[in-house]
């Protein structure tokens, strides 16, 4: 099993759309969440990070990471064309002191 | 601020040549450097932590000798692709950890895509 699981997509959706990003982690150790938007042949960008339980609003983006379920989920509110880009979860791991990223979720908003 | 650069962005070699990229942070010192490798379509996969001053610390089948890793200062660490191969051919990215207090924050340099011929 993977530390953390990500759908790949790709999730396709009309512009205006809310967004729902999803991911599951393994170990209950993991306190720091964070979400990356990487687009096409760029190198990943951090969008938000939160730690232990609850949400984080900035923006259009939310960020809420619910611990008793091992969950991760990102809402993009409004979604643009712009928004279109893959977007990666990670924990970050206090004993390796190194982020463990799910596999991505490719995300296409139509115009 | 929280800016990573990384140079080149491309390269293109020949089979048997060693390269070397850059990983610079530009606003920030990063004690911490890491150096991944994506495949198209596919998640990050960390090949290595650097730590200024001292010795990479590799990921379970990244060869060391291969992948060479130097961490000379607290903005600088370059990887050193020696005797590349095709099958070498891949986007590199590098990381660094904010030494400060944002030090769960890692930021990510734009890339660099290696091809082997």
């Known amino acids: 099993q993977k530390e953390v699981e990500q759908d790949p997509g790709p999730l396709s959706v009309p512009e205006g759309a809310i967004v729902s990003l999803n991911c599951t982690y393994s170990?209950?150790?993991?306190?720091?969440f964070m979400w990356y938007r990487q687009y096409s042949r760029k190198g990943p960008e951090l969008l938000m990070y939160?730690?232990?339980?609850g949400n984080k609003e900035d923006g259009r983006f939310t960020a809420q990471v619910d611990k008793s379920s091992k969950y991760i989920s990102l809402f993009i509110r409004d979604s643009q064309p712009s928004d279109s880009a893959t977007y990666l979860c990670a924990t970050f791991d206090t004993g390796r002191r190194a982020l463990t990223f799910g596999s991505g979720t490719r995300l296409q908003v139509q115009p | 601020g929280a800016v990573v650069s990384q140079h080149p962005s491309r390269v293109i070699c020949k089979s048997g040549t060693s390269v070397k990229i850059e990983c610079r942070s530009l606003d920030f010192q990063a004690t911490t450097m890491f150096w991944y490798r994506q495949f198209p379509k596919q998640s990050l996969m960390l090949m290595a932590t650097s730590n200024e001053g001292s010795k990479a610390t590799y990921e379970q089948g990244v060869e060391k000798d291969k992948f060479l890793i130097n961490h000379a200062s607290l903005t600088l660490s370059t990887l050193t692709v020696t005797s590349a191969h095709p099958e070498d051919s891949s986007f590199y990215i590098c990381?660094?950890?904010?030494?400060?207090?944002?030090?769960?924050?890692?930021?990510f340099g734009p890339g660099t895509r290696l091809t082997v011929t």
């Open positions: 990381s660094a950890r904010d030494s400060g207090p944002r030090r769960y924050e890692q930021y």
């Open positions: 939160t730690y232990s339980s």
């Open positions: 170990n209950s150790a993991f306190q720091y």
